[in-house]
């Protein structure tokens, strides 16, 4: 999965009209709530099978930390 | 050859033992609980590494900022700050070194509560590692470590006290690129003896043994030095600034540091780290931008390595850069050792394997003589008191007879009792028993003083209704106590216990409400149904109610009869609760149903 697909995935999850990179912090996208992170391990699980859980993304700031928790659990 | 002539020459960093290519230095704690190095002079070719090595016998210069670079910072993720001493700087820090796939060094418990230095490439060992621990932290192996790491290739992380991180320059001998070094800012460091005997207290007074125990808990607030337990029987404990012993034996008395902290080489600037990161206590003297009792924290950037590895971290974090002496106005620890306050130390360290914890403690801590400045103080807390008096009875002359006629002169001048607001009925029967243990405020109007909102409180005959700490309820509430029925408010121990308006308590048995619940507005809780009957199998026209330390019950929720509601418990708007809550759990909905577990908040 290449970053830009999953900024593309994230922006249609969280259905935003901002722009979002790798750097954007989660704070700062309107949308953003404690249900989309639910949404987005769900997604991660649906979409790319890659089996996240809660406490791993739970002290995520930046897009970035979600991408990254794709990534890791994706090589284990 | 290492010679300690006098305690206070010895930091105890373990650095010698590391070093000696014999292996002829061990580590031997003395009555206290210090460790001090012990030669086997058998073995000892008297090389004098351990002398070179030594930050105290010789220490080494460096070409860091006399002026470092100084921010105050809060890590963006509440989650980290929760689970941090100050602002989740430590977490910051190692978190970007991990992501380099390096490795991170600190202290970390040990299974005893003895605490370590540790170092792995595991993120999930920053659960241990973060939170600071106030003891003296074995370094034994560990110097050792970091130095094959970085042979290695490794990029290093390593945290620790001012004179561990003196030690571990020295040990390295040069400097490595790939090496971070990151101290703490440290007032002193405590006998280990001590703080075992302080947990040996804490399970026997608390009857369970501990497994977990977090310093600067935030669930009370940073400001509060909370230190948290968490039982093996599931219960939790809280020691706070005000009550806990061996906080105030650490900082008002000094009392069971190392004593080498007494006279530390490790002090002012330049700093031997690449950053120093500690509590920025006194930010809100200058800026209120951070001013939420979550912790903030310090960093100070000594070098130009510092200095490349903070701009990394920086996104993660709230910043702001700051003066250099803001921050050490309030951490004068920075500049000066701590002081033996004490002229009892040696008489407690003679002591402390005779007598209990509590004991020993009431002997030794300082007695809190009063001086002219308390009295002074004292004499405007009593004036301020009764300018409260007045401000919530507005003057009115059934409040200020219920006042007086249901406290009692006695109790107020302790400044205990009932305080009624103005248009505040009280009904209390005969027989209907009335406890005030604290300072009991009904009908309290904040922002409109002259509103009508009416305040009533009802105990019928052979009721009883008992406050035993401090606490407010606002206008329009309506408490009613019913005949042979028992209400108890906790009101505030460690926190805060306030009801907003509109509080609705309806007591046919039993209502329990411990220490520290928040309430918020129209909220009810009733035990009873009022003599209403159902022919339902296992109907009760009441069920006794119990809520937990620190729960927060939000507005307009309802609590029914049979509710149990757990410690740190949430209550979310407009639902209905009439069966248990999980501690630390939160519920929303009609009937409540469960929204999150293992919630942490802070009142």
């Not at chain 2, 043994?209 to 230190?227: F, P």
């Not at chain 2, 029987?233 to 809280?238: I, M």
């Not at chain 2, 418990?569 to 501690?583: E, F, N």
Request: aromatic residues 10%; charged residues 25%.
């Amino acid at each position: 999965m290449t970053k830009e697909a999953f900024l593309e995935d994230l922006i249609t999850m969280l259905d935003t009209k901002q722009n979002i990179d790798l750097e954007t912090d989660l704070l700062d996208i309107e949308e953003w709530s404690s249900l989309s992170a639910m949404t987005f391990l769900e997604m991660a699980e649906e979409k790319y099978g890659v089996k996240i859980e809660p406490f791993e993304i739970a002290e995520a700031v930046l897009v970035e930390d979600l991408f990254d928790a794709i990534q890791r659990n994706n090589k284990a | 050859m290492i010679n300690i002539q006098k305690k206070e020459n010895c930091c105890g960093c373990n650095a010698c033992g590391d070093v000696c290519p014999k292996g002829a230095i061990t580590f031997v704690n003395d009555q206290e609980g210090f460790w001090y190095p012990q030669i086997n002079q058998e073995l000892c070719i008297d090389c004098k590494l351990c002398e070179t090595v030594c930050p105290v016998v010789s220490p080494r210069d460096n070409d860091h900022y006399e002026k470092p670079k100084c921010y105050a910072a809060v890590h963006k993720s509440i989650d980290v700050v929760f689970s941090s001493t100050s602002g989740g700087l430590f977490t910051a820090l190692a978190e970007a070194m991990y992501r380099r796939n390096g490795y991170v060094g600190g202290a970390i418990h040990n299974d005893d509560f003895s605490v370590s230095h540790f170092i792995s490439n595991d993120k999930e060992d920053l659960k241990r590692l973060r939170r600071s621990k106030d003891l003296q932290s074995n370094a034994e192996g560990f110097y050792k470590k970091v130095k094959q790491l970085l042979e290695e290739g490794k990029s290093v992380l390593v945290c620790g006290v001012p004179c561990q991180i003196s030690a571990i320059r020295s040990f390295l001998g040069r400097d490595y690129d790939r090496l971070i070094l990151v101290e703490v800012i440290c007032l002193g460091v405590n006998s280990p003896k001590v703080w075992r005997k302080y947990l040996d207290y804490i399970e026997e007074k608390y009857g369970s043994k501990i497994i977990s125990t977090e310093n600067k808990s935030k669930e009370y607030g940073w400001r509060n030095l909370t230190q948290k337990f968490v039982f093996e029987d599931g219960n939790e404990a809280f020691d706070t600034r005000d009550t806990s012993l061996f906080t105030n034996g650490f900082i008002s008395t000094h009392l069971y540091c190392r004593p080498s902290c007494y006279e530390c080489k490790f002090k002012g600037f330049p700093r031997n780290a690449d950053i120093t990161i500690g509590d920025y206590w006194s930010l809100n003297e200058h800026d209120q931008s951070f001013n939420n009792d979550m912790g903030i924290s310090v960093v100070l950037v000594n070098s130009p390595k510092g200095e490349a590895y903070f701009e990394e971290v920086k996104k993660r974090l709230t910043y702001k850069e700051t003066p250099l002496e803001w921050a050490v106005s309030g951490n004068p620890t920075l500049n000066e050792s701590i002081t033996r306050i004490s002229d009892k130390r040696d008489e407690f360290f003679k002591n402390l394997d005779k007598y209990p914890f509590d004991t020993l403690m009431e002997r030794y801590l300082l007695p809190k003589s009063k001086t002219f400045k308390d009295h002074l103080r004292i004499a405007v807390r009593r004036l301020k008191f009764c300018k409260y008096i007045v401000n919530v009875t507005r003057l009115s002359p059934r409040a200020l007879y219920q006042t007086f006629r249901y406290s009692g002169i006695r109790l107020l001048i302790e400044q205990k009792g009932i305080i009624c607001g103005k248009n505040t009925i009280l009904r209390v029967a005969k027989s209907g028993r009335m406890q005030f243990d604290g300072l009991f405020v009904l009908g309290k109007k904040g922002l409109f003083p002259n509103a009508a909102g009416e305040s009533l409180l009802f105990v019928g005959n052979n009721a009883s209704f008992k406050v035993l700490g401090d606490m407010t309820v606002d206008c329009d509430c309506d408490i009613e106590v019913f005949d042979n029925a028992e209400l108890i408010f906790h009101g505030a121990k460690y926190g805060v216990c306030n009801a907003n308006k509109g509080l609705t308590v309806i007591c046919g048995e039993k209502i329990e409400v411990l220490p520290d619940v928040g309430i918020g507005r129209n909220v009810t809780i009733r035990d009873t149904n009022g003599n209403h009957y159902m022919n339902t199998l296992g109907y009760r026209t009441t069920r006794p109610i119990r809520i937990g330390e620190k729960a927060w019950l939000c507005e307009a929720c309802t609590i029914m009869p049979g509710a149990k509601i757990g410690r740190s418990a949430i209550v979310g708007a407009h639902s209905v609760v009439s069966a248990a809550v999980a501690d630390h759990t939160l519920v929303a909905g009609s009937p409540a149903a469960v929204v999150e577990k293992n919630v942490i908040w802070k009142c």
